[in-house]
């Protein structure tokens, strides 16, 4: 399913504009300054949304944003949290966003990923692995799958609609938001990796790679979108990191793994996840929550007010 083929989330948000779906949120407008981010519990591999949803996904998403934006000393879309800040909505609507939607200030999205990578793993490692390209080419030889890197590496790339982001050398991402942006975006971006870095290391938790988006709001460029979440993020348990193998993640990678494991060719439609992998896809997204903020899923469900 492609960003334009997905269903809002909530059919009945009778009081909001529904003006845009990705693979895993929904988009309302509020006014002409605010909108309405909502995460749902989709969940997507290889670029195809699968089912079943991940239940408390969304949640554990719009949590960790809501805390990163606070710990983050960056100027950020975020307004609220409050949904008693947004009139029209029914009793069913409010229990159904609790806890997985924000008020944010409505930007000029700019056109580009700002991806930045202390660890070459991943895309970047097969890229190395297969003699460099955009991602790599600064890194120096004889690196290991999962090395951490000599400095952290700014790696930006298209925003695409649908389907993969595509990596970008230095002088293209120059070349689509100018110089002057190129760099204001760079540092900006690793400095808020290193200090999400550092953050997670004292609660044991390394920060390899994550992705952040920017956008303009009344000339000023501000962090959009989700921040430091396990779908933007690379985490891993600081305990099994060695270079020179896979290390397990945070995230999605029990449905990437169940997956690659049937042999599916990747095409839709994916088959259906079974209820263990469903279980320990919650589990990872949960526990790095709690590792993270430092309190129970359950207590910020409580605060939200969240069934």
Not at 18 to 40: F, P
Not at 86 to 113: Q, S, T
Not at 169 to 177: D, M
């Amino acid at each position: 399913m492609t960003d334009a083929d997905a269903a809002p989330i909530l059919d009945a948000v009778q009081a909001l504009e529904h003006i845009g779906s990705g693979k895993v949120r929904e988009i309302y407008r509020v006014d002409e300054d605010r909108l309405l981010i909502v995460a749902t519990d989709r969940i997507s591999a290889f670029d195809v949304v699968l089912e079943p949803p991940i239940p408390d996904k969304g949640r554990v998403l719009t949590g960790l944003s809501l805390h990163w934006f606070d710990v983050l000393d960056t100027p950020h879309h975020l307004l609220s949290a409050d949904l008693t800040d947004i009139a029209g909505l029914d009793a069913a609507e409010r229990e159904e966003l609790a806890g997985r939607a924000m008020l944010v200030r409505r930007a000029d999205v700019i056109p580009m990923e700002c991806v930045v990578r202390g660890y070459l793993y991943g895309s970047s490692w097969k890229e190395y692995a297969a003699g460099g390209g955009p991602t790599t080419e600064h890194l120096p030889a004889g690196l290991d799958q999962a090395a951490e890197l000599p400095r952290p590496i700014f790696t930006p790339a298209t925003k695409a609609e649908s389907g993969h982001d595509e990596n970008l050398t230095e002088s293209e991402a120059r070349g689509l938001v100018g110089d002057a942006m190129y760099e204001e975006l760079r540092s900006r971006s690793v400095s808020l990796y290193e200090t999400g870095r550092a953050y997670a290391a004292e609660r044991g938790i390394i920060l390899a790679d994550t992705k952040f988006e920017f956008g303009v709001v009344d000339g000023e460029i501000i962090l959009i979108d989700e921040v430091l979440t396990p779908d933007s993020s690379r985490y891993w348990p600081a305990e099994e990191w060695m270079p020179g193998r896979t290390v397990p993640s945070f995230d999605k990678q029990p449905v990437r793994d169940w997956l690659e494991a049937r042999g599916w060719d990747k095409t839709p439609p994916a088959p259906v996840l079974p209820p263990e992998v469903v279980a320990d896809t919650t589990r990872r997204y949960v526990e790095v929550y709690e590792r993270l903020v430092g309190e129970p899923f359950s207590a910020y469900l409580a605060r939200m007010g969240a069934p």
